[in-house]
């Protein structure tokens, strides 16, 4: 095998520009990366600019360089939609046909009716509204009623809110996997999110006991593909959530985009040959949607910065890569995620420096790198690990 080990940290929601079919998703002239950095006057992204970020697209303050550390390029999604399923199943190798489904009015009436009966509770809410106002708007009646609070946003998702005092998390979850088992066919939302949250009327809290249950992939995925090699699969953040599952043999929680950084090292010091994938939520959860330009600009920085951490790591045998899931701009009048390029960069002693991915027609083209890197084959994407790797 080329390689032992893969680290491919997903920044979520970091797009670098509107895709050709943006206009469909009305975010024309999103740019995630690019808008923050022209709105707080310039990035300070030192590290990330090394390997070449400047060079994929002009963003204020990240130069572009002569001799990239590593190789540089942007991905296109291939598949309808922008959620954040949609992208990390496109890079573990599964291309939709049509996007998972949306309910922006609510979820129908008979359908919570259903649910309610199944739960053994009434329910609150049933509206597209931010996480934060929601528990703000109906939080107190939840606590005298004990009835969840169910919402949904713009992505495909199903979430349910609720007390830890009030719905203990065992019982929330439970709550979540009757609605995941409901949620098919035509209503087959893309994940089911438990949102507990604590703290008094007035502070109310979100934890981070989030639990994600998403749909199955339809087809074998990346990680099933390693997994069946005997390398690990080790996921950090919401990763397992994401992928069901799938393939995944170690996992490890992280609170915020510093621990999940904390969780990856500790997976690198262990020394297991095989993928760590990490995801970085605060960007999309606490930024993105919040439209907290300044706040995603600090995270930005904040990551940046523990990137000579990160890559000290790296042994001769190491890739890392970086890339996103789909774009959440700030910087536009709505809230939801936003149809965009992602980056790639790549970095370690078999990458090439200074090498130009170009523009990839997909994210699969990563997957399919990947399983290349450890002498397999995923049948969707097309590998460009024979362009980037030093021979």
């Known amino acids: ?98 996007p998972f489904p949306t309910f922006p009015q609510g979820f129908p009436a008979g359908f919570v009716h259903e649910f309610e009966q199944a739960i053994g509770r009434g329910t609150l809410g ?27 946003s713009a992505d495909s998702v199903f979430q349910v809110a609720a007390h830890e005092e009030v719905i203990p998390l065992a019982e929330l979850n439970r709550i979540c996997r009757i609605a995941r088992e409901m949620l098919v066919g035509p ?38 593909y390693l997994a069946e090699k005997g390398l690990a699969v080790m996921a950090v953040g919401k990763i397992k959530d994401i992928y069901a599952g799938l393939g995944i043999t170690q996992h490890r929680s992280a609170k915020n985009n ?16 095989g993928l760590i994938m990490a995801n970085l939520v605060d960007f999309d959860m606490l930024y993105g949607h919040r439209k907290d330009v300044q706040g995603y600009a600090k995270a930005l920085e904040e990551v940046d910065s523990r990137l000579p951490e990160l890559i000290s790591f ?36 078999h990458i090439k420096r200074n090498y130009c991915l170009g523009v990839r027609p997909t994210f699969a083209d990563l997957g399919a790198t990947i399983a290349e890197l450890f002498a397999l084959n995923l049948p969707v994407g097309e590998s460009f690990a024979a362009q980037a790797l030093c021979r």
């Open 1 to 98: 095998m080329p390689v032992k080990r893969v680290i491919l940290v997903v920044l979520d929601s970091v797009g670098i520009g509107e895709l050709p079919d943006a206009d469909k998703y009305g975010d024309r002239g999103s740019n995630t990366l690019a808008n923050i950095a022209e709105a707080v006057g310039g990035l300070k992204l030192p590290n990330l600019e090394a390997l070449g970020l400047g060079n994929i697209h002009r963003i204020q303050g990240v130069n572009p360089v002569q001799e990239a550390q590593g190789a540089y390029g942007k991905m296109a999604e291939r598949s309808p939609g922008k959620d954040t399923t949609t992208g990390h199943w496109e890079i573990a190798g599964v291309l939709l046909d049509k």
């Open 126 to 152: 049933n509206i597209a509204a931010s996480g934060t106002e929601i528990i703000k708007q109906l939080g107190v009646e939840h606590m005298a009623t004990g009835k969840p609070i169910i919402y949904t």
């Open 187 to 224: 209503m087959a939302v893309g994940r089911v999110i438990a949102r507990p949250f604590i703290g008094a009327p007035g502070g109310f809290q979100r934890t981070a006991n989030r639990h994600d249950f998403a749909i199955l992939p339809p087809v074998k995925i990346l990680h099933q």
């Open 258 to 273: 510093m621990d999940a950084l904390d969780q990856t090292i500790a997976f690198m010091a262990e020394g297991d040959a």
């Open 314 to 349: 790296l042994g001769n045998d190491d890739v890392l890569a970086i890339t996103a899931d789909h774009g959440c701009d700030p910087t536009t009048p709505g809230t939801d995620h936003s149809r965009e390029y992602v980056p790639l960069l790549m970095v370690g002693a």
